[in-house]
């Protein structure tokens, strides 16, 4: 059964820090990994999707990269900011065929001015 | 614009009543999902359909139950069986027929049980 894990829980920095967040899955027959960020109350934004083909996707200060035969990704975050300030969840589909997201449990991010 | 709606945005319930949670997408997506978030737990599946009239259940389905009657369509009924319902629900969809299988999100819904 695959399951996917976040570290770390929650993570405090300064602004303008690059960090990087980790998730990790036990299964590597995946389709593809997205990255998602959650506003307090709010749904999801989908910020990153990799396919399992592919090694990294960025869009403007953020790029994930995907591993799977170490079953890992990363969300790098370049000049961190007080809007990044959110929950970062990572989900993994798969394998192929089948239509099943499942979640990691998130990092809640705050990102001190 | 194309997206996910979900209502109401928050509902108070008392203990034995049921409730429907709405969600309908204009994104001509073919799969929907129902998750429900609880704090610290992240998302977990509670059912999915992937055509019209077809649905599966995910890992947390008992006392809920839900229906696919239109593609645009896939709404969540929370029983009077569901033990522990108070939470947030989120409805997702996507498209089957790409190679990119991103995922799209509604607001949610917050549900209380008085």
């Known amino acids: 059964k695959q399951e996917v894990t976040q570290i770390p829980a929650a993570l405090s920095v300064p602004e303008g820090e690059n960090l990087v967040l980790n998730c990790s899955f036990t299964?590597?027959?995946?389709?593809?990994l997205q990255w998602f960020r959650q506003d307090p109350g709010k749904g999801l934004t989908s910020l990153l999707l990799?396919?399992?083909?592919?090694r990294e996707q960025t869009s403007g200060r953020l790029n994930a990269s995907l591993d799977k035969s170490s079953g890992r990704s990363t969300l790098y975050i370049a000049a961190s900011q007080p809007g990044d300030s959110a929950t970062y969840l990572c989900a993994v589909r798969g394998p192929v065929g089948t239509y099943k997201y499942i979640f990691g449990t998130g990092t809640r991010l705050k990102v001190l001015a | 614009d194309g997206g996910i709606t979900q209502s109401p945005k928050y509902l108070f319930r008392k203990e034995g009543q049921n409730v429907t949670l709405s969600c309908e997408q204009n994104?001509?997506?073919?799969?929907m999902y129902w998750y429900r978030q609880d704090p610290g737990q992240g998302l977990r599946l509670i059912y999915y359909?992937?055509?019209?009239?077809?649905?599966q259940k995910g890992d947390i389905a008992e006392g809920y139950s839900v229906s696919r009657e239109k593609k645009e369509s896939f709404p969540l009924t929370v029983t009077s069986a569901q033990k522990n319902p108070t939470a947030f629900y989120l409805c997702?969809?996507?498209?089957?027929?790409?190679?990119?299988?991103?995922?799209?999100f509604g607001e949610g819904s917050r549900l209380t049980v008085l």
């Open positions: 299964d590597s027959a995946i389709y593809n």
């Open positions: 359909s992937q055509i019209v009239n077809d649905f």
């Open positions: 994104l001509n997506h073919d799969a």
């Open positions: 990799i396919q399992s083909s592919q």
């Open positions: 997702a969809s996507t498209r089957r027929d790409t190679n990119t299988g991103e995922l799209f």
